[in-house]
C-alpha cells in the first residue's frame, strides 16, 4: 500500500489515516501499527468489491443517515458507518483479510453506539 504522510488528510483532528483509492493518506505524528495497515487494507477490499465509486457513494450516505440519526454527532456516526466498524472491528486480527467473506461488512451484528 502507497502511504503518503501529509499533514491535510484526513481533514479533522480525530483522524489520523486515511484510504483514497488505495493510497494511504497518513498524519505526519501518527504511527503506523500493524491495526492501523489492516485497517485501511480491509477498506481496500471493501472498495474493489464496491467498484470504488459505489464504496464512497455508499459511505457518505450511511454517515448522513447516522448523522441525522445521532443528532449531528459526526464521530459516532462516523464510528457507526458499516464499513468502518468492519475495520475497526477486525484491525487487530491481521489474518482476517484471508478468511473475510464478500460483502462482510453487511454480515455485522449491529451498531456500535
Ligand atoms: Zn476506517
Do not use: C
Amino acid at each position: 500500500m502507497i502511504v503518503v504522510r501529509n499533514r491535510f488528510i484526513p481533514i479533522g483532528k480525530r483522524y489520523g489515516a486515511m484510504n483514497l483509492f488505495g493510497i494511504m493518506f497518513v498524519k505526519p505524528d501518527v504511527v503506523l501499527t500493524d491495526e492501523v495497515v489492516n485497517h485501511e487494507r480491509i477498506h481496500s477490499r471493501q472498495m474493489r468489491e464496491l467498484l470504488y465509486v459505489l464504496f464512497y457513494l455508499l459511505y457518505v450516505m450511511e454517515w448522513i443517515v447516522w448523522l441525522i440519526r445521532l443528532r449531528g454527532d459526526a464521530y459516532r456516526s462516523y464510528m457507526n458507518i458499516s464499513f468502518e466498524r468492519e475495520a475497526y472491528r477486525h484491525g487487530g486480527d491481521m489474518g482476517y483479510l484471508s478468511r473475510r467473506r464478500r460483502f462482510a461488512q453487511w454480515r455485522g451484528d449491529g451498531a456500535n453506539f
